[in-house]
């Protein structure tokens, strides 16, 4: 277990797993402090929806566990999470490249998709325990377009856009760093300036955008995100509030 991380924070680090996903959801209950997971290769990564993640050596797989048992704030974690990626990505690679965030979970690199958040609740004897953050970060690779869903935003890594090169240990303290100082921003004030500081960094803010739901598509322009974390989308019907979909622009 390495303490080389905010006050307050916990970290293991494996050679190998499946997922940090999985680790997370072993030892969920195990520790009343929030917990980094990382792992140098991963063999079973997985995206939302259960759709499988390109995950080579080199790249940044880790999850962070939190005793939350609120499903409502557990949620929003996904938010803290990606401010905390953006402050990562820019300290690392400097002003000159262009970062943004997509609604819900992934992270824009010169309009390409960087990383990636996948939030899972976590149980302990039948009940919500906490929530684990999964984060993969493209450090060094990234997926070829053939194994991108058809209509996603096409994949980039650090190291083609920025030419900077970083470890995966390295690019943890500055993310962990961000993540402690955003959540208990979060656990303090509420969601409000995350929020804020979310729609600040927005993709495609006001723009014309369709969100995909199961059995339904909803196009519409990018109003806001609501005090719930909700995508607010301006359509023909009026506005409408989604909670969770899969967004294309």
Same mark, same amino acid.
Request: net charge negative; aromatic share 8%.
């Given at each position: 277990?390495?303490?080389?991380?905010?006050?307050?924070?916990?970290?293991?680090?494996?050679?190998?797993?499946?997922?940090?996903?999985?680790?997370?959801?072993?030892?969920?209950?195990?520790?009343?402090?929030?917990?980094?997971?990382? /792992?140098?290769?991963?063999?079973? +990564?997985?995206?939302?929806? $259960?759709?499988? =993640?390109?995950?080579? !050596? #080199?790249?940044?797989?880790?999850?962070?566990?939190?005793?939350?048992?609120?499903?409502?704030?557990?949620?929003?974690?996904?938010?803290?999470?990606?401010?905390?990626?953006?402050?990562?990505?820019?300290?690392?690679?400097?002003?000159?490249?262009?970062?943004?965030?997509?609604?819900?979970?992934?992270?824009?690199?010169?309009?390409?998709?960087? /990383?990636?958040?996948?939030?899972? +609740?976590?149980?302990?004897? $039948?009940?919500? =325990?906490?929530?684990? !953050? #999964?984060?993969?970060?493209?450090?060094?690779?990234?997926?070829?377009?053939?194994?991108?869903?058809?209509?996603?935003?096409?994949?980039?890594?650090?190291?083609?856009?920025?030419?900077?090169?970083?470890?995966?240990?390295?690019?943890?303290?500055?993310?962990?760093?961000?993540?402690?100082?955003?959540?208990?921003?979060?656990?303090?004030?509420?969601?409000?300036?995350?929020?804020?500081?979310?729609?600040?960094?927005?993709?495609?803010?006001?723009?014309?955008?369709?969100?995909?739901?199961?059995?339904?598509?909803?196009?519409?322009?990018?109003?806001?995100?609501?005090?719930?974390?909700?995508?607010?989308?301006?359509?023909?019907?009026?506005?409408?509030?989604?909670?969770?979909?899969?967004?294309?622009?």
């Amino acid at each position: 277990m390495s303490t080389d991380l905010p006050t307050g924070f916990g970290h293991f680090h494996f050679d190998e797993v499946t997922s940090t996903l999985d680790v997370a959801r072993d030892q969920a209950g195990q520790s009343p402090m929030p917990t980094w997971f990382t /792992a140098t290769r991963q063999t079973a +990564s997985r995206g939302r929806r $259960g759709r499988p =993640w390109v995950a080579p !050596v #080199g790249n940044f797989y880790g999850t962070v566990s939190l005793p939350c048992p609120d499903p409502n704030a557990a949620s929003l974690r996904s938010f803290v999470a990606a401010i905390a990626l953006h402050d990562a990505l820019r300290a690392v690679m400097g002003e000159g490249p262009t970062l943004s965030l997509k609604w819900p979970n992934d992270v824009l690199l010169n309009s390409g998709k960087v /990383a990636g958040i996948l939030l899972e +609740s976590l149980q302990v004897n $039948g009940q919500m =325990w906490g929530v684990a !953050v #999964g984060i993969g970060v493209n450090l060094i690779a990234s997926p070829d377009l053939d194994q991108v869903e058809e209509g996603a935003v096409y994949p980039v890594n650090v190291k083609s856009e920025s030419g900077v090169d970083i470890s995966p240990t390295d690019f943890l303290h500055h993310l962990a760093s961000a993540f402690a100082r955003y959540d208990e921003q979060l656990t303090t004030y509420g969601f409000a300036p995350i929020r804020t500081a979310w729609l600040a960094k927005a993709a495609r803010l006001g723009e014309t955008i369709t969100a995909r739901l199961p059995g339904e598509a909803v196009t519409g322009r990018f109003e806001t995100v609501d005090e719930n974390g909700y995508l607010v989308l301006n359509t023909a019907k009026g506005p409408r509030a989604i909670a969770a979909a899969d967004v294309f622009f």
